[in-house]
């Protein structure tokens, strides 16, 4: 069984008598160790997307299996616990706690576990190790570099060891060069045998997936619609062992 089904999803928001379906009957697969980009233009539902696979938001009807768990059959509190046990989140934004040092923010999704803090900051100091900052961890996120405080939010998102990594726009803030150091560490992550989902705009960044998703008006577009050149309709740069530029 895929690691993920998204079986016949759909999701629309009612807002002053007006239904508006933001995603239309998507079903996708995708297997356990996969790296799949997502991308589409603004509004497309990407975020929407990720939100439901994020355990974050219900669709309207439809499916979505992890591991074979029906997610949102889950009580609440039964699906916080799976968002822990499953899901590691990387935004955009980052999301890092500026008076905290890294060591600290990597310790944050540990706080619910009721473990001595010796055992949590040795936890949050392999995952730092892991993306190459365990020199920095007394640093605070302003004394680091844009790129390595997406690699301090990769190491957050990695703390709980969670098999699926799901990414907003990793690289969107980056210049090329610190994007594809992010790519390289998500990659990584990916060769280890977790799942990885990005939701991306940047083209290089999809040509290093196993696949690429194209996503239009909350319609999943089939492989190769995209046109000539697209992400998905070329070799994997990944698979033939292309070098990062
Ligand atoms: P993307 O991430 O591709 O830019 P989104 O998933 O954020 O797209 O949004 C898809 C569409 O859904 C957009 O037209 C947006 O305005 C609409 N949308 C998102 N959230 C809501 C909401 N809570 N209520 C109504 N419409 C929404």
């Known amino acids: 069984m895929p690691f993920i089904v998204l079986d016949h999803v759909s999701k629309t928001y009612q807002s002053n008598g007006a239904t508006t379906c933001v995603l239309s009957d998507v079903t996708q697969h995708v297997q356990e160790g996969e790296f799949v980009c997502l991308m589409g233009p603004s ?4 975020s929407t997307l990720l939100a439901i696979l994020g355990a974050m938001s219900h669709p309207s009807q439809g499916r979505l299996l992890i591991d074979g768990i029906d997610v949102y059959d889950l009580a609440d509190e039964a699906r916080a ?3 822990r046990e499953y899901l590691g989140f990387v935004f955009q934004q980052h999301h890092l706690m500026p008076y905290l040092t890294a060591v600290e923010n990597v310790m944050l999704p540990l706080a619910v576990l009721r473990s001595p803090g010796g055992y949590k900051r040795q936890r949050a100091m392999e995952a730092l190790y892991r993306v190459g900052l ?3 961890a007394a640093r605070l996120p302003g004394q680091l ?9 990769i190491a957050r998102a990695l703390v709980n060891d969670p098999p699926l990594l799901l990414a907003d726009e990793p690289t969107g803030a980056l210049d ?3 994007g594809s150091q992010i790519m390289e560490v998500l ?3 990916g060769r280890q045998g977790r799942t990885v989902f990005i939701v991306t705009h940047n083209p290089e960044s999809a040509a290093l997936a196993d696949r690429t998703i194209h996503i239009r008006d909350g319609r999943i577009q089939p492989p190769g619609a995209a046109g000539p050149g697209s992400a998905d309709s070329r070799p994997s740069a990944r698979l033939i062992g292309a070098p990062l530029s």
């Open 145 to 153: 570099s844009g790129g390595e405080q997406g690699r301090l939010a």
């Open 134 to 136: 365990a020199d920095k």
């Open 187 to 189: 990659l990584e992550l």
């Open 43 to 46: 509004g497309s539902g990407k």
């Open 81 to 83: 616990d799976f968002r």
């Open 176 to 178: 090329t060069h610190t």
